[in-house]
């Protein structure tokens, strides 16, 4: 059920109150009482959400420290304006900037090693073309037999090892750019270090947390420790509100928003929903989600953390059938059911001979396919399995079990035709199903021309607390009752409510 808003309750209130000077009729038997009436009539509707949340800026940015150490400086404080890139505090410097240094110096003694490797790989290459030759000697003497076999297994294996010594040169050579380019990386890393030990503004904004001071020591060994909070404009908020679970269906981007905060209570601030948020919160069985509302600030009269109380416009309609919400409420006693509906109305009312909602089910079994055969066969199955809900329903005795009872008969209804329907058939009718609007039915008296009461099964739609929507049984021009007003003995008020005074009527 929606939540309305207290002005909704107080004009629902006042309509039952002071329907007579608003257009309402009244119907009173000479010493008798008054049958209060409203009628049926087009007109505009809206279902209003109650809700609460806090402000908050637009866009907020939680600026932290990616180095430890001291902080030296504090130049930004609370409400501070800034722009991007302005300094909002240093951390020291000193223990970076050694490490600039160090890598600095390992990155030269990289370079170092390098000239060292090159010179051994030209050396190495040296001896191997002189290993290449002496070997090429000695196998022409070998070959003119001036020269040994050993020898000849000497020149070749030095040749072999001169070789190797080449490859081994270069591999070392490699391995020695290989150091200097992380040299150069550690360098590099050494002074975006000293690069953040200077905390800038990352956008343009103000300053609406400092949570630092100089002297104090932050420590990023895990995380990067928030030190200031930034709010990117001020001239746009948004509204975080909790929307409880029973209120999101109808709820979509773009819906009309009004709040008011404590602090100017007199003035109402506008916005749009932006977006619900499919995240839910659970606290003391009751599910939550958030619905983000965007509103203009250009007074900055909206500040950080204010609470608000909205009112969101879901579901307008106009030019729509709709009756006081007050007739949904009213319900007679059997005294009064006898004197204006007549003695036959005291007593149950007998199944209603129509289901619930079946204007609905009619369109989803026709979507789903089946025959008009078909369908009287199930709405003639279904009125025989539900007449004792229904006439639990329709017995004037038995209103606390209503709602309970119309759980049931959906519930019996909506089996019956899962068993009913092909699996290819149920498919269609579900998809048909939830592409409907919902109705609820309930119980409406109906005032007739001739001043009696009757009692109709009604589906009705979206309240606004003060009007309910009509989605089908009533026309346009009939009447409903709204109470019963009882006179006042002599010398008392009477209570407009009905009843004795000062006793409350029921609603």
Same mark, same amino acid.
């Given at each position: 059920?929606?939540?309305?808003?207290?002005?909704?309750?107080?004009?629902?209130?006042?309509? %039952?109150?002071?329907?007579?000077?608003?257009?309402?009729?009244?119907? &009173?038997?000479?010493?008798?009482?008054?049958?209060?009436?409203?009628?049926?009539?087009?007109?505009?509707?809206?279902?209003?959400?109650?809700?609460?949340?806090?402000?908050?800026?637009?866009?907020?940015?939680?600026? !932290?420290?990616?180095?430890?150490?001291?902080?030296?400086?504090?130049?930004?404080?609370?409400?501070?304006?800034?722009?991007?890139?302005?300094?909002?505090?240093?951390?020291?410097?000193?223990?970076?900037?050694?490490?600039?240094?160090?890598? #600095?110096?390992? $990155?030269?003694?990289?370079?170092?090693? /390098?000239?060292?490797?090159?010179?051994?790989?030209?050396?190495?290459?040296?001896?191997?073309?002189?290993?290449? *030759?002496?070997?090429?000697?000695?196998?022409?003497?070998?070959?003119?037999?001036?020269?040994?076999?050993?020898?000849?297994?000497?020149?070749?294996?030095?040749?072999?090892?001169?070789?190797?010594?080449? /490859?081994?040169?270069?591999?070392? $050579?490699?391995?020695?750019?290989?150091?200097?380019?992380?040299?150069?990386?550690?360098?590099?890393?050494?002074?975006?270090?000293?690069?953040?030990?200077?905390?800038?503004?990352? /956008?343009?904004?103000?300053?609406?947390?400092? &949570?630092?001071?100089?002297?104090?020591?932050?420590?990023?060994?895990?995380?990067?420790?928030?030190?200031?909070?930034?709010?990117?404009?001020?001239?746009? +908020?948004?509204?975080?509100?909790? @929307?409880?679970?029973?209120?999101?269906?109808?709820?979509?981007?773009?819906?009309?928003?009004?709040?008011?905060?404590?602090?100017?209570?007199?003035?109402?601030?506008?916005?749009? +929903?932006?977006?619900?948020?499919?995240?839910?919160?659970?606290?003391?069985?009751?599910?939550?989600?958030?619905?983000?509302? *965007?509103? %203009?600030?250009?007074?900055?009269?909206?500040?950080?953390?204010?609470?608000?109380?909205?009112?969101?416009?879901?579901?307008?309609?106009?030019?729509?059938?709709?009756?006081?919400?007050? =007739?949904?409420?009213?319900?007679?006693?059997?005294?009064?059911?006898?004197?204006?509906?007549? =003695? %036959?109305?005291?007593?149950?009312?007998?199944?209603?001979?129509?289901?619930?909602?079946?204007?609905? @089910?009619?369109?989803?079994? &026709?979507?789903? !396919?089946?025959?008009? %055969? #078909? @369908?009287?066969?199930?709405?003639?199955?279904?009125?025989?399995?539900?007449?004792?809900?229904?006439?639990? /329903?329709?017995?004037?005795?038995?209103?606390?079990?209503?709602?309970?009872?119309?759980?049931?008969?959906?519930?019996?209804?909506?089996?019956?035709?899962?068993?009913?329907?092909?699996?290819?058939? $149920?498919?269609?009718?579900?998809? =048909?199903?939830?592409?409907?609007?919902?109705?609820?039915?309930?119980?409406?008296?109906?005032?007739?021309?001739?001043?009696? $009461?009757?009692?109709?099964?009604?589906?009705?739609?979206?309240?606004?607390?003060?009007? *309910?929507?009509?989605?089908?049984?009533? &026309?346009?021009?009939?009447?409903?009752?709204?109470?019963?007003?009882?006179?006042?003995?002599?010398?008392?008020?009477?209570?407009?409510?009905? !009843?004795?005074?000062?006793?409350?009527? #029921?609603?």
């Amino acid at each position: 059920m929606p939540i309305y808003s207290h002005r909704a309750a107080l004009c629902a209130v006042a309509a %039952a109150l002071f329907l007579p000077a608003c257009g309402s009729k009244t119907d &009173k038997p000479a010493g008798e009482a008054e049958l209060v009436r409203a009628p049926v009539e087009r007109g505009e509707i809206a279902r209003i959400i109650n809700a609460a949340g806090r402000v908050k800026p637009a866009t907020t940015v939680q600026v !932290g420290s990616e180095v430890s150490g001291k902080i030296v400086e504090i130049k930004a404080d609370f409400n501070t304006l800034v722009k991007a890139g302005d300094v909002l505090a240093v951390i020291d410097p000193e223990t970076f900037s050694k490490r600039v240094e160090q890598q #600095r110096a390992g $990155l030269e003694n990289a370079r170092a090693n /390098i000239r060292v490797q090159e010179a051994a790989v030209v050396r190495a290459r040296v001896n191997r073309e002189q290993a290449v *030759t002496e070997l090429a000697r000695v196998q022409n003497l070998f070959d003119q037999k001036a020269a040994s076999a050993s020898r000849l297994e000497t020149a070749r294996r030095n040749a072999g090892v001169a070789e190797a010594d080449l /490859i081994l040169s270069e591999a070392q $050579l490699d391995a020695a750019k290989a150091s200097l380019r992380q040299s150069e990386a550690s360098l590099d890393t050494a002074r975006v270090d000293l690069g953040r030990t200077v905390i800038r503004a990352p /956008i343009d904004g103000i300053v609406v947390d400092r &949570k630092v001071d100089a002297g104090q020591t932050v420590a990023a060994s895990f995380s990067a420790p928030e030190l200031f909070v930034i709010a990117a404009d001020l001239a746009q +908020v948004q509204v975080e509100a909790a @929307i409880v679970e029973s209120d999101v269906s109808g709820l979509d981007a773009g819906d009309p928003v009004t709040f008011v905060v404590d602090a100017y209570p007199a003035q109402t601030f506008e916005g749009t +929903v932006k977006e619900l948020r499919l995240n839910p919160t659970e606290a003391q069985n009751i599910v939550t989600y958030t619905a983000v509302v *965007t509103a %203009a600030n250009p007074e900055r009269l909206l500040l950080p953390g204010m609470s608000a109380s909205l009112q969101i416009t879901t579901e307008a309609r106009k030019n729509i059938l709709r009756m006081p919400a007050g =007739a949904e409420r009213f319900r007679p006693s059997e005294a009064e059911i006898t004197q204006w509906a007549g =003695a %036959a109305g005291a007593g149950a009312a007998g199944p209603s001979e129509e289901l619930p909602g079946w204007e609905q @089910i009619l369109g989803a079994l &026709k979507a789903a !396919g089946l025959a008009e %055969a #078909r @369908i009287a066969s199930v709405r003639t199955q279904l009125l025989e399995e539900t007449e004792d809900l229904r006439e639990a /329903i329709a017995n004037p005795e038995q209103t606390f079990q209503r709602t309970p009872n119309l759980k049931r008969l959906n519930e019996r209804i909506r089996l019956y035709i899962e068993r009913s329907l092909e699996p290819a058939q $149920l498919k269609l009718y579900a998809q =048909a199903r939830s592409g409907m609007r919902q109705v609820r039915e309930a119980q409406i008296w109906v005032v007739g021309d001739d001043g009696k $009461l009757a009692r109709r099964l009604v589906g009705l739609g979206v309240s606004d607390g003060t009007y *309910t929507e009509v989605m089908r049984g009533l &026309k346009e021009g009939e009447s409903v009752a709204i109470s019963i007003r009882t006179p006042a003995p002599a010398g008392e008020k009477g209570n407009p409510r009905g !009843g004795p005074p000062g006793a409350p009527r #029921r609603l």
